[in-house]
C-alpha cells in the first residue's frame, strides 16, 4: 500500500506544481504576449505554440489530480475493507459477556453504517488531501517567485495574513460537526435495533396491539436523526461561504495595495491568479477538516470495538491435547457478572462417563455452571480442571472441540440441513451426516422434504418445529461425539411424540461421556445418575435422586412443586 500511496503523493505534487505555480505562470507568460501590442508581429507558430501551453498544462494538471484521486481512494478503500474485516474478527472473538452487554442492532451499525460513514470521508478526503496542500503550496511558491522578481514582498505578506484567520470558524465548525456526527450515529445504532428488534417480534407486536405504538416511536426516530443530519449539514455547508467571506477581505486589501503602488495589469493578474488558488485550498483544507471530525465521529465508535480486549483467549504457551476422557473438576470456583457475584467457591468433581443433571430454582447458577466449562467466561476465583489440566491452558479450539453443547432453543444457520448438521465436525463424510441425522432422528422428518437433506432452512428456521429443531441440534452432538455433552434441556413443551423420540435420542447420545444436564424441568433427570443441587450460586446437595429426595428438602419440595 505503501509504494501506491507515495505514487498519489508525487501525482498530487505535479498537480499542485501545475496548478499553483504553473497557472499563474503560464498567464504571466501567455497573456502579455497575446495582448501585447506587437501581437499582430507574432508569427503564426509561435502564436500556436504559446496558446497550446494552455492545453498542455490543464492536461498536467488534470491527469495528475485524477490519478491523485484514484490512487488516494484505492488505499483508502483497502484500509476501509481491513477495518470492516478487522471489527467481523473481532465480533468472533469477543467473550460473550460483551455481547450481553450491548445491543446487536448498534454492533451492526457500527459494521455498516459507520464503516459507510468513514467510507464517505475517504472518498471526500482523497479528492483534496494532497491536492490542496501541493496547490497552496505551489500558489505561495509562485507568490514568492513573482515578488522576488517585482520586490512585491510585501503584497505576499499581505495577502497571506489573511490565512491564520481562517483557523477560528473551520475548528469552531469542526467541533460541533464532530459532537453532531457522533449523536448521528449513535441515534443510527440505536434505529437499527429498533428496527430489528421489531421485525424479530412481528408476532408479539401483533398480539399486544402494538403497531401503532411501534409505528409512533419509529417516526420520531427518523425525526431525531433527520434534524440531527440537517445540523451536520448547516455546519458543514456554512464553512466555504464564511472562508470566501474572509479571503474576499484579503483580495480586497490586495486591490487597494495595488492600486496604491501602481502594479501593473501584467503583474497584477498573475498575481491576483495566485492569491485566489491559494485560498481555494484554504477553503477546501476547512471542508477536509469538517469531513474529517464527521468521519471522525463514526470511527471512534468502530475504535471502541477495536480496542476491546479480548479477555478470553489462548495462551502464550498452550497445553497440547488430544482427545480428553472427560473427567471435569471445579476447584473452588468463583464467578461474578460485572461485579455481581453468581457462583460462590464452588467444588465438584464430575467424572468421566457420568450423567450428571443440574437442578436448582430458576436463576440458581446452573448454566453459568455449564458455562465455564467451554470457557464462554472465565472465573474469577479459582479453576475448572479436565483431566487434571486447567483449562486457561489450552487452546480455546482444542478445548472446544473437546465439548459439544446442546441448547435449548437451538439456533440454526440459513443453510441446508446438511450442512446445519455437518457444523457439528466439518470434516464429516457424507455417510458420517446421514449416520448422525438417524441416530438423532432427524432423519425420519428430514426425509419427508421435497429436498431432504438440502432443504433450506431458513431464517430462523420458521419452518421447522421445536422438535425437529431439537433433533438437528442432537445430530450435531452425534456428529461431533465430543467426550463432554452440555445439554440445555428445552423449557418449551415439546409435543408428546417429539419428546419420546427426543428421549429416546438422548439416551443413546450420553452414552460413554461426561454429561451435564442442565435440567430446568425435571423431565430428563432420570438419565442422570447425579444431581447437583444448585441454590443462590452454590451447591446444597450432591447425590442420587432417590438420595436428594430423602435428605434435600429443597430439592424435595421442588420436584413435588413441578410433578404436581
Ligand atoms: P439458571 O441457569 O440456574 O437459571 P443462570 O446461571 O442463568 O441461572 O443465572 C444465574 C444468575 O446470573 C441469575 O441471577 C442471572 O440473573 C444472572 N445472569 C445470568 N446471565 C447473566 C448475564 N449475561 N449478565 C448478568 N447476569 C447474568
Known amino acids: 500500500m505503501l509504494p501506491v500511496f507515495a505514487l498519489a503523493l508525487v501525482f498530487g505534487l505535479l498537480f499542485g506544481i501545475s496548478s499553483g505555480f504553473g497557472l499563474p505562470f503560464m498567464t504571466e507568460i501567455v497573456f502579455p504576449k497575446i495582448f501585447a501590442d506587437e501581437a499582430e508581429q507574432l508569427s503564426f507558430w509561435l502564436l500556436l505554440g504559446v496558446a497550446a501551453i494552455i492545453p498542455l498544462a490543464f492536461s498536467v494538471r488534470g491527469l495528475s489530480g485524477y490519478l491523485n484521486t484514484y490512487l488516494i481512494s484505492l488505499c483508502g478503500i483497502r484500509v476501509l475493507e481491513s477495518i470492516r474485516a478487522d471489527i467481523f474478527n473481532k465480533f468472533q472473538k469477543l ?28 472518498t471526500e478526503v482523497a479528492n483534496d488531501a494532497i491536492k490542496q496542500p501541493m496547490t ?18 510585501f503584497f505576499l505578506l499581505l495577502c497571506l495574513a489573511i490565512v491564520p484567520i481562517c483557523v477560528f470558524p473551520i475548528r469552531a465548525f469542526g467541533k460541533r460537526l464532530l459532537k453532531r456526527s457522533r449523536q448521528t450515529q449513535r441515534q443510527l ?57 474572509i479571503a474576499s477581505f484579503g483580495l480586497a486589501v490586495a486591490f487597494l495595495y495595488a492600486y496604491r503602488s501602481g502594479l501593473d495589469y501584467d ?67 468463583t464467578f461474578a457478572y460485572e461485579n455481581v457475584p453468581v457462583l460462590h467457591g464452588i467444588g465438584a468433581r464430575l467424572n468421566s462417563r457420568t450423567v450428571c443433571a443440574l437442578v436448582g430454582p430458576s436463576g440458581a447458577g446452573k448454566s453459568t455452571f455449564a458455562n465455564l466449562i467451554p470457557r464462554f467466561f472465565d472465573p474469577i ?50 455417510d458420517d451426516v446421514l449416520r448422525a441425522a438417524q441416530q438423532a432422528h432427524a ?3 428430514i426425509e419427508t422434504f421435497e429436498n431432504g437433506f438440502e432443504t433450506i432452512v431458513g431464517e430462523n428456521a420458521t419452518r421447522l418445529s421445536g422438535g425437529q429443531k431439537q433433533r438437528v441440534a442432537l445430530a450435531r452432538a452425534f456428529l461431533k461425539n465430543a467426550p ?18 427426543i428421549k ?50 429443597p430439592y424435595r419440595n421442588l420436584y413435588e412443586r413441578q410433578k404436581g
Open 267 to 333: 503583474t497584477f493578474i498573475p498575481l491576483l491568479m495566485a492569491l485566489y488558488l491559494s485560498y481555494e485550498p484554504i477553503k477546501k483544507l476547512g471542508m477536509i477538516q469538517n469531513s474529517l471530525q464527521k468521519g471522525r465521529g463514526a470511527l471512534d465508535r468502530l475504535e471502541e470495538i477495536l480496542r476491546e480486549p479480548v479477555t478470553i483467549r489462548d495462551p502464550e504457551n498452550p497445553r497440547v491435547i488430544g482427545r480428553l476422557t472427560g473427567d471435569v473438576a471445579f476447584e473452588n470456583v
Open 443 to 445: 432423519r425420519e422428518f
Open 95 to 122: 467473550p460473550l459477556a460483551y455481547f450481553h452487554k450491548r445491543a446487536s442492532g448498534d454492533l451492526v451499525s457500527r459494521c455498516l453504517a459507520d464503516t459507510t460513514a468513514v467510507q464517505h470521508t475517504l
Open 136 to 153: 497552496l503550496l505551489g500558489a505561495i511558491g509562485y507568490l514568492t517567485y513573482a515578488s522576488f522578481q517585482s520586490r512585491e514582498v
Open 189 to 245: 445504532g440505536g434505529m437499527t435495533g429498533f428496527l430489528s428488534d421489531n421485525l424479530r417480534s412481528a408476532r408479539e407486536i401483533r398480539a399486544f396491539n402494538l403497531e401503532e405504538r411501534q409505528s409512533e416511536n419509529f417516526r420520531s426516530q427518523i425525526r431525531r436523526l433527520l434534524r440531527l443530519q440537517l445540523k451536520v449539514v448547516k455546519y458543514k455547508k456554512a464553512l466555504p461561504p464564511v472562508i470566501e467571506v
Open 504 to 553: 429416546d435420542a438422548l439416551a443413546r447420545l450420553v452414552e460413554n461421556k461426561t454429561v451435564l444436564i442442565i435440567a430446568h424441568r425435571f423431565s430428563t433427570i432420570s438419565l442422570a445418575g447425579r444431581i447437583l443441587y444448585f441454590e443462590e450460586g452454590r451447591i446444597l446437595a450432591d447425590g442420587t435422586h432417590s438420595e436428594l429426595y430423602q435428605d434435600c428438602a
Open 381 to 430: 476465583e479459582g479453576a475448572v480442571k479436565i483431566d487434571g489440566i486447567d483449562i486457561r491452558e489450552m487452546r480455546l479450539a482444542d478445548l472446544r472441540r473437546n465439548i459439544a453443547i446442546v441448547s435449548q432453543d437451538p439456533i440454526l444457520f440459513n443453510d441446508t440441513l446438511f450442512n446445519n448438521i455437518l457444523i457439528g465436525r466439518p470434516e464429516a463424510t457424507h
Open 484 to 501: 463432554i455433552l452440555i445439554l440445555d434441556e428445552a423449557t418449551s413443551a415439546l409435543d408428546s411424540e417429539s419428546e419420546a423420540t
